[in-house]
């Protein structure tokens, strides 16, 4: 942290540059949210000349950026943490990398209580990731049917459905559970319907793509509930 100061005061960015990263990251882990916010900040703003950032350093940029984000979700600051992954996404290259931006954004609108665009970004971040996310009342009834038909074919037959090991479950997959854990919370506070629907879709992509994991047991316990 002092060479951070050091290399500041002296307007040395090269050194400053060098050092704030490791430093947010260590602040980070030392729960000093603040000054962790600070360092990433220091660390993104040196990245960009004029508001542009050079190709080559917009990877550690975006790691400063998801960063700061999530900061911002653990102290609170839900409208800038909107408003921050809103400004990446367009800098964001895969899918799965937008997916998680929008997770972020779904997770502070159901912060702020704002069920209704949770719901709208957890379904436009599920839709990258090739899961459909049903609205209406028909669809998730539907939904809560096909999904408790796999789940007993899954109960009936697991030597055909369920994951055995062999390569491990994609980043996506893993992903889509996240996903799917967050909006569970606010279907449970306002859709029970959609609730079901959730956690057993949750359940049976464990099952199958996935295995034992933290993953299988989280959406089990979602479904317990």
Sequence with gaps: FDLVFHYSQAADGEKTLKYAYPAGKRAMESYANEEAIRYFSITAGMLE??????????????????????????????????????????????????????????????????????????????????????????????????????HLAIKAFPGLFMFRGGKGAGESDLLVIQFYHSIS???????????????????????????????LAISTLGLGM
């Design 185 to 215: 919370w606010n279907y449970a506070l306002s859709s029970l319907l959609k609730f079901v629907r959730s956690t057993l879709r949750m359940l049976n992509i464990s099952e199958r793509r996935i295995g034992v994991s933290r993953e």
């Design 49 to 150: 000349r004029d508001g542009v950032v050079d190709l080559v350093r917009v990877p550690l940029w975006l790691k400063c950026q998801r960063r700061i984000g999530e900061l911002y979700l653990v102290t609170g600051r839900n409208d800038d943490a909107i408003g921050l992954f809103n400004r990446i996404l367009p800098h964001l290259g895969s899918s799965t990398a937008r997916a998680a931006a929008y997770r972020q954004i779904s997770h502070a609108y159901f912060k702020k209580g704002d069920f209704a665009n949770s719901e709208r970004y957890g379904a436009d971040g599920l839709a990258l990731l090739g899961e459909r996310l049903p609205l209406s009342t028909g669809q998730v009834i539907l939904g809560i049917l096909r999904e408790f038909a796999v």
